[in-house]
């Protein structure tokens, strides 16, 4: 039987990855479940999302400063 991967779209490229490949934002950061958007882990596309506001449409709430520091620090790791 084969397995199924779950494939999530980056809000700003709009590219079909992984999800384990992506950085999942939350609209809710302290809980850390709801609604949820999925990001690559490229400088570019964090750029792109957050000059577009592609955040706040795919959360459907205003994206504050600690989710630009979150995603920051998450792509930040990548590159480690």
Known sequence: MIKRIPMRTCVAC??????????????????????GAYLCR???CFKKAKKNGAFNRAL??????DHYRYLEEEIAKGKR
């Open 14 to 35: 709009r590219s079909k990855k992984e999800q384990k490949d992506l950085i999942r934002v939350y609209a809710d950061l302290n809980t850390r479940s709801g609604r």
């Open 42 to 44: 490229d400088e570019a």
């Open 60 to 65: 459907r709430c205003e994206v504050s400063e």
